[in-house]
Structure formats: C-alpha cells, structure tokens
C-alpha cells in the first residue's frame, strides 16, 4: 500500500481552510455518531477554532469527546492540514481514555516525533485524497508502532443509511489499522464521514450541524453531490435523534 505516490513536503502547505469535498473541516462545524446497538454511546466531534503547529505545518484542531450515557469515557484532539492541492493529511493525535485506574494515552502521536515505543519519527498520513478514484490506496497514519492504517477507496457512488436518511453518491473506502481489522467507511461530499461499519460495531452519524449554516446550505454548497432519499422525512432536518435511525432498517459498522 502507497500513500498514491504523494510525498510530504511542509512546502506544500499554505494555511489553507479544508475544503476537500469529502472532508470539509470549518470552525463550529459538528457531527454527532452513534452506534445503534449501544443507544447510550455517543461520539461528538467538532472543529475548533484553533491551530497547531506539527511538523512544519499550521493544523486545523479538532475534538472528538466519546460518552457512555453521561460519563465521558474518550477525549481525543486531532489535528488536520490540506495541501495546496486539496488533499488532508493526518498529523496525530491526543487520545484521553478514562479509566478506573486512571487515564490513559494509548494511541498519541504526533507527526515529527518518535512514538511511545517506536524508533523512527512519526509521518503525516493522507485522510482524504483531493481526487480519490477507485483502486487508490494510501496510508492514513505512519506512526509505528502505536499506528499504521490504511486505505482503499471501493466506490464513489456508494449508497448508506444515516440519521439524516438514506444518503447516495458516497465515497467507500476500506480500511485496515495495525492489528489487521478492516472497517467500511462512508463518506458524503459537503458532510463528511457518515457511517462506518465494523466487526466491533457502527458509527452512525445522528446529526451534523455546519459552522456556515444549515445541512441543506452545505450540501448544496458542493453541487448537490449527495442526496437524500426523496422519501425521507429528515430531509430538511439538521438533527436527528437516535431514535429516528433505530426506528429504520440499516445494515451493521470511518
């Protein structure tokens, strides 16, 4: 597997917003996911109004806070940058697992440092291509031994059942971590990551409120590249509670 041939060069960046279709990263923007078989875990993530340096490069920062029920049980900071020609790279992360016997940070690294255990400097990953076409491969984190996953793009036309409805012309792509688990990831142009689906569960996203207006403005702001299903009453809704997505039949989890 091939970062698809594209080399890291902090030169390359130039403090640019993230704009890439697949993963458009605005301030305030907000997801909220969920797995539908554990209605009290909930995933929100939201992008700050922050930068970091890492690397050489000006990374946009977001939270990711996981919750069981009302107990936070998952903080994570990671940290994001698009190249000029549109693709973001993945520069690391702060993870805060909380525990009974305290809290963890299984998982850190940072791009330009050696990771707890390693012997070479981590890497920046790809997250997203600019252009992804099928058959493309890349990796999405370079930080042996803590991480080293990877990337396939399956489909641009993939179809997946959400809390906003039934979502079409997504992005699939096929990813592997470090211990070898593969995960289904779908992607929808202006909204984001909408679902994933692995052997340990589903991510589904519930609700996404953008930073620049409503879902409807975001999506439209890329062409109408992805639609609703024309039956679906959360068309024109920004939230959606779980209870809507149990309440229809979906297929089983990026």
């Not at 050489?56 to 996981?66: L, N, R």
């Not at 984001?192 to 609700?207: I, M, N, P, Q, Y």
């Amino acid at each position: 597997m091939t970062n698809s041939n594209l080399t890291f060069d902090p030169d390359n960046f130039h403090n640019n917003p993230i704009t890439n279709a697949y993963m458009p990263l605005a301030p305030s923007d907000t997801w909220v996911y969920g797995d539908p078989a554990d209605p009290q875990a909930l995933d929100t993530v939201k992008v700050l109004n922050q930068t970091k340096l890492i690397d050489g490069v000006e990374c946009v920062v977001v939270s990711d806070i996981a919750k069981e029920g009302n107990k936070t049980v998952e903080k994570t900071r990671d940290y994001f940058a698009q190249d000029d020609q549109g693709n973001v790279w993945y520069f690391g992360e702060d993870t805060r697992t909380f525990q009974a016997g305290g809290v963890d940070f299984e998982g850190t690294w940072r791009a330009g440092r050696v990771p707890d255990g390693g012997t070479e400097l981590a890497r920046p990953g790809i997250i997203m291509l600019a252009d992804p076409q099928v058959g493309d491969s890349y990796f999405e984190e370079n930080a042996l031994p803590v991480a080293h996953d990877g990337a396939t793009v399956v489909s641009l036309n993939a179809t997946a059942e959400t809390g906003l409805g039934t979502l079409r012309g997504l992005l699939h792509t096929e990813n592997s971590d470090i211990e070898g688990a593969i995960e289904q990831k779908f992607y929808s142009p202006g909204i984001g990551f909408v679902r994933g689906e692995a052997s340990d569960g589903t991510d589904v996203l519930l609700s996404f409120t953008s930073g620049h207006g409503s879902l409807t403005q975001a999506m439209a702001s890329f062409g109408g590249q992805s639609s609703l299903a024309p039956a679906s009453p959360s068309q024109k809704e920004e939230h959606t509670h779980f209870a809507d997505i149990t309440a229809s039949p979906h297929s089983h989890h990026g």
